[in-house]
């Protein structure tokens, strides 16, 4: 088992993981790679990444170009003599003459399992269209989007309580460990590079906040997966009145009741706001964890407990959509 010389690239706390990791095995980092600061919070002070504070807290010596497509950024890089330049949510693409720098190449920790769900956002995405199962592939980088060929896989279950800040923590830790497995063979020859198969590409287009709004039109099962997904960002939310509601953790009810407007507050108790959704409203959403403006996340329960809220049964959430063929 050879010890390599680490060039690490990435950025949030998903890549401190894997940094973390990398640290605390037998493997040298001698440089990592971030984005440039960045503002943040109401001051809108400038920043550090979470990789980049790790990094400083171990005194390594950090670069945050804009852009490895000069000359001089690729000098840079090479005159550190890396063996291999680990890649875990960077936010940068990587030109070939950068791919081709390190002795062992570029490797890329991903948090699906590719070919499915390239791209930016593939947690999220994969909660949304009702994956039962995700995970992480460490590959070996090529000049695609998550193109490359697999080294190594770790799978993991989604259930029907499973939020996007759930998988994204769980999935950290593991491909933080796949990591270092793959960083230990890679030397060795142990490892077989797998082209991904042509057949099962879907892309993991980036999030937005736009489209977060709820429509109660959709199925219950449409809005209950969105839900999960969103939490704890961009986060679902719906308008009652002249706010928003924010929702958190949702559940289909089995069965059909009579049509009513989708977006009607049908009942709620000390678990669930029960709301009326689908074509003809004959679905109903049972919301289990929400927040109103200036307040906190809580259970159903409290929230009613908590304060006098607008949420009357027969209240009306979100806008009415010019969706035709209800007739309640």
Known sequence: MSQLRVVFAGTPDFAASSLAAVLESQHQVIAVYTQPDRPAGRGRKLTPSPVKQLALEHGIPVYQPVSLKSTDAQNELAALGADVMVVVAYGLLLPQA???????GCINVHASLLPRWRGAAPIQRAIEAGDSASGVTIMQMDAGLDTGAMLYEVRTPITSRTTGGDLHD????????????????????????????????????????????????????????????????????????????????????????????????????????????????????????????GGKAMAVRDLLNARQTPLTIGARLGHPAPHQGVNP
């Not at 950068?98 to 062992?104: A, E, G, I, K, Q």
């Not at 287009?205 to 960002?233: C, G, H, T, V």
Request: charged share 20%; with cysteine; glycine share 6%.
């Open 170 to 293: 769980r999935l950290a830790i593991q491909g933080a460990s796949a990591l270092v497995n793959v960083l230990d063979e890679l030397d060795s020859g142990n490892l077989s590079a797998i082209p991904q198969p042509e057949e099962g590409v879907t892309y993991a287009a980036k999030l937005s906040k736009a489209e977060a709004e709820l429509d109660f039109y959709q199925s219950a099962e449409q809005l209950a997966l969105k839900i999960r997904a969103f939490n704890p960002w961009p986060v679902a939310w719906c308008t009652l009145g002249n706010d928003r509601l924010r929702l958190l953790m949702a559940s289909v009810e089995p069965g059909e009741q009579p049509p009513s407007l989708p977006g009607t507050l049908l009942e709620h108790g000390d678990e669930h706001l029960r709301i009326a959704c689908g074509e003809q409203g004959q679905e109903v959403l049972c919301v289990s964890r929400a927040q109103l403006p």
């Open 98 to 104: 950068v791919l081709d720098t390190p002795r062992l």
